[in-house]
């Protein structure tokens, strides 16, 4: 496939396209005084990331930032969602780095130069290390410190940010680093992942209003989503998919916006959770402006395991990306249209991460992810005319980029990157984006 089949004019007057990346998967975590993050250790340790392989040079998006901006006003982009580093701005998690901040103020000002929307993410997953130290998002003084860190960004560049979301995935930081292992701190414990499910979104509603009281305005949420497929029809594995459903989708969703959490959830998680957990729920539901949706795959669920949650994922029928995940577009539609029903009603909605990792056969030539977002750009469509008020799409990712555990070796990009020479190379998703978006 070489072109989407929709274009701009496809959708309506003001709908939002942009391109996302985030900080420590693009800068350079080596340069601008920016202090080390909890995943220098994880990296460190042998066989938790492919290769070895850190952020410490990544895109050298940190020097080469205003030609990463103009390859997004090529495209014929809106906007540009980014994230900025906690470790670069607060090495430490307390004190200020003056360079850390004086690097993303160049990086603002060059969006709003090329008319770009600033889209920003305060935290994607680079904890400062000396407060992974004292028990991360194990412990209560984390969502604080990241509302002290949202205070310090919004009065530095709330004033020129489009949108602003307090924190990317927190199923990522909280179940798949804590419980599952495979993220940085990289701990299997059930009681560890307990306290962080409910301390990540403490530190949304915290990190809310304490840009509020700073005066930014367009404030939202990011969760991922994935479409949960019982692998057969029999109770058990109806069971294991709503059970997978509520930990990953709805015990978010559901936190930010009603101030609750899924009482199926709460059977397995609640004895874990903070002594006073009920307390902070007001906190936690703060208002926000929109809802952002990251979606990749579904996945296929079955009954297994001796210790709660029970759940076990299959191998799906599907094709899949590079990264082993099934194509499944419909998955988007479904959890949009669901989103939008059961929690955030007249919300304005994005997708707000959408793409594929895949190997380059012939650099340039990119059938596989035109024809995966193209499909999904459809089912965006369909949950639009539905009634869903989606009001922007993002693609993830510009370039390509460190991919946390899985190092250098999955590639997401619209654009290329030669990680010796640094040289990007569009791909052919790329220019079909050009041409679907200013042709």
Known sequence: MNDLSLRRGD??????????????????????????????????????????????????????????LDLVRQAGLDGYRFSTSWARVMPDGVNVNPEGLDFYDRLVDGMLERKLKPMATLYHWELPEALGKRGGWTVREIPERLAEFATIIGRRLGDRL??????????????????????????????????AMHHVVLAHGLSIAALRAEGVSNLG?????EYPHPATDSEEDRQAAEIYDGIYNRWFAAAMTRGEYPEDVLVGLERHLPAAWRDDMSLIAQPIDWFGVNYYTCKRLTRGGDVWPNVVD?????????????????????????????????LPLYVTENGMANRDVTLGQDPERIAYLDAHLRAVRRAMDAGVPLKGYTFWSLLDNYEWAFGYDKRFGLVHVDFDTQVRTPRGSFHALVRALTG
Not at 167 to 186: F, M, R
Not at 325 to 346: N, V
Request: glycine share 12%; with cysteine.
């Open 221 to 225: 949420a990011v969760c991922n989503m």
């Open 11 to 68: 959708f309506p007057e003001g709908f939002v396209f942009a391109a996302a990346t985030s900080a420590y998967q693009i800068e350079g975590h080596a340069f601008g005084g920016a202090g080390r993050t909890h995943w220098n250790a994880f990296a460190e340790t042998p066989g938790k990331v492919h290769g070895g392989h850190n952020g410490a040079i990544a895109c050298d998006h940190y020097h080469r930032w205003p030609e990463d």
């Open 314 to 346: 299959l191998p799906g029928p599907l094709p899949k990306t590079d990264m082993g995940w099934e194509i499944y577009p419909d998955g988007l539609e479904t959890l949009l249209r669901r989103t939008a029903e059961d929690y955030t009603g007249d």
């Open 162 to 195: 489009w949108s602003t979301a307090p924190i990317n995935e927190p199923w990522c930081v909280a179940w798949l680093s804590h419980y599952e292992g495979h993220h940085a701190p990289g701990l299997q414990s059930l009681a560890a992942a307990g306290k």
